[in-house]
């Protein structure tokens, strides 16, 4: 069976490349959202502006995110997912060049687009993969994303007091471009698979716009809900946690960064046992126990009195929220393809890029332990919406 070989090859090949860029992805994110306390300094802005600068990235990933879908049927989406990866990694040391709420802004719409266009890209690319595998692997490519996460988080809380954050930023755009670039060949070099009980010429047609019913378009729109309810947790955690160490539990700038890292450590152990998970409960179990875990962890982390008991809710809140956004993501890519994904992703990173700014507008009108136990209040809507959906999202 030379020919099923050969394709197992290519599989696996595919597989480490779309890993890669997970953990690019996360990696840069991190990197990023570490220096943002000295970034906020730099520039002088209030929680308030801040929120509003951190706009940006919401603003150009949402506008991405709406048409890479397009892209992805056009040019495919390893093409895509390469481009986004170098605009990413080039765009992360813009940050530190800027020294007011109004430039940041400016410049966090470039990387906000990047790394909007490259989530669809490689979530579409992974969605495709696990079809042709006929696996539920979709939580190992998060739990690729959680892992450069968290060393760009431990790396950041490393260089926090002696490298500036113009310097680090510009070590992780090096750093990224040469990922990309040693990565880039085997995305270039292969097609998407097609599953296994179509053909290629199936896949090519498959591959355009699909006419959705109104029940499939409905089903896509509540994952995307799904998606978006936990990915808030996660924005807010990666931009706020540090801060509410460093500001209200009075810690070193060194010690509120490792509270992203306990977070980004907890996920990935959760999003690597995701799949024997999935397997064994299935997915309605897995979403609805995931929020509430969530729920539980995320109130501990923000009303806490103590810096252990806030790392540790944490962490909790990590393991939680792992599996709900990729088993959302891939459920709404087998649902309808690369406009599933860019639908649900779209919902999805909304949440994630909104949370940021919401939580700096209700850390002013309340505090931010306050504004932070709303993580919470999402995630247990989040597990209300899989249970009550959960016989039209099983078939």
């Known amino acids: 069976m030379p020919g099923h070989d050969k394709d197992l090859v290519r599989l696996r090949a595919l597989r480490i490349a779309i890993t890669a860029f997970f953990a690019l992805d996360g990696f840069v994110f991190a990197g990023w959202v570490v220096r943002i306390p000295a970034i906020k300094e730099q520039t002088g802005a209030s929680?308030?502006?801040?929120?509003?600068?951190?706009?940006?990235?919401?603003?150009?990933?949402?506008?991405?995110?709406?048409?890479?879908?397009?892209?992805?049927?056009r040019f495919g989406s390893h093409p895509v997912t390469v481009a986004c990866a170098v605009l990413l990694a080039l765009s992360v040391a813009l940050p530190p060049l800027t020294h007011s709420a109004l430039a940041l802004g400016s410049v966090l719409l470039v990387f906000g687009a990047a790394f909007g266009g490259m989530n669809v890209a490689f979530n579409s690319a992974a969605v495709d993969l696990v079809a042709a595998l006929g696996r539920p692997i979709m939580p190992s490519f998060h739990a690729a994303f959680s892992l450069g996460g968290m060393v760009g988080a431990g790396l950041g809380s490393l260089v926090a007091g002696s490298v500036s954050p113009t310097r680090h930023l510009l070590g992780i755009t090096l750093i990224g471009l040469l990922v990309t670039a040693v990565t880039a060949p085997t995305l270039l070099r292969h097609e998407p698979p097609a599953p296994p009980d179509r053909t290629p010429e199936q896949g090519d047609r498959e591959a355009g716009p699909r006419r959705l019913d109104g029940r499939t378009r409905g089903l896509v729109v509540v994952l995307g809900l799904i998606a978006g309810c936990t990915a808030y947790g996660e924005g807010a955690l990666a931009d706020w946690g540090a801060l509410h160490l460093e500001a209200d539990l009075d810690t070193s700038p060194g010690v509120a960064a490792i509270g992203y890292s306990c977070f980004a450590l907890a996920m990935t152990i959760g999003r690597l046992t995701g799949t024997p998970l999935l397997e064994r409960l299935g997915r309605t179990t897995v979403l609805v126990a995931g929020g509430a875990t969530a729920t539980a962890g995320m109130l501990l982390g923000a009303l806490a009195p103590s810096v252990w008991a806030t790392l540790l809710?944490?962490?909790?809140?990590?393991?939680?929220?792992?599996n709900i956004f990729p088993v959302a993501i891939e459920r709404a890519g087998a649902l309808a393809g690369p406009s599933g994904v860019?639908?649900?992703?779209?919902?999805?990173?909304?949440?994630?890029?909104?949370?940021?700014?919401a939580i700096g507008f209700m850390a002013e009108w309340f505090s931010l332990p306050t504004a932070l136990t709303s993580v919470a209040v999402l995630a247990a809507f989040a597990s209300a919406i899989a249970f009550a959906t959960r016989h039209s999202a099983a078939k």
């Open 47 to 73: 929680p308030g502006a801040l929120g509003l600068a951190l706009l940006g990235v919401s603003a150009g990933a949402v506008i991405t995110m709406t048409l890479t879908g397009r892209l992805c049927r």
């Open 313 to 322: 809710g944490f962490a909790v809140t990590g393991l939680g929220l792992a």
């Open 342 to 357: 860019a639908t649900a992703s779209t919902l999805g990173y909304l949440g994630m890029l909104l949370g940021p700014p």
